[in-house]
């Protein structure tokens, strides 16, 4: 049974930094990608950053580039999203996800796996 449980979320002033931390558990070895996600208030689930569980390749939005770094402890199967130069459009529910049945995607569709989320918002 997969679970995934975030944590690290909070509020923060604008051009401050969070780290999210994903605890991820169930999950076998193998080359897919564990994901962020968020969802700002009122618009869709949108792609942040991804890694692949194996082999470490990383992945991100344009609106994280350059802002925010994915990161994978393989003793602690935990995935975690550095948070920099935050601005107030980061504000969200931020949530991890795991696609086992793919090599990559950047496509919600394609994540079978799924945590509670966290709250990250950015005041201004």
């Known amino acids: 049974q997969v679970q995934l449980v975030e944590s690290g979320g909070g509020l923060v002033q604008a051009g401050g930094s969070l780290r999210l931390s994903c605890a991820a558990s169930?999950?076998?070895?193998?080359?897919?990608?564990v994901g962020w996600f968020r969802q700002p208030p009122g618009k869709e689930r949108e792609f942040v950053a991804a890694?692949?569980?194996?082999?470490?390749?990383?992945y991100y939005s344009d609106s994280a580039k350059g802002r925010f770094m994915i990161s994978k402890d393989n003793v602690k199967n935990t995935v975690y999203l550095q948070m920099s130069s935050l601005k107030p459009e980061d504000t969200a529910i931020y949530y991890c996800?795991?696609?086992?049945?793919?090599?990559?995607?950047?496509?919600?569709?394609?994540?079978?796996?799924w945590g509670q989320g966290t709250q990250v918002t950015v005041s201004s």
């Open positions: 996800a795991a696609a086992p049945a793919v090599p990559w995607h950047s496509d919600k569709h394609y994540y079978d796996y």
């Open positions: 890694i692949n569980w194996s082999g470490g390749s990383t």
């Open positions: 169930g999950l076998t070895s193998g080359n897919f990608p």
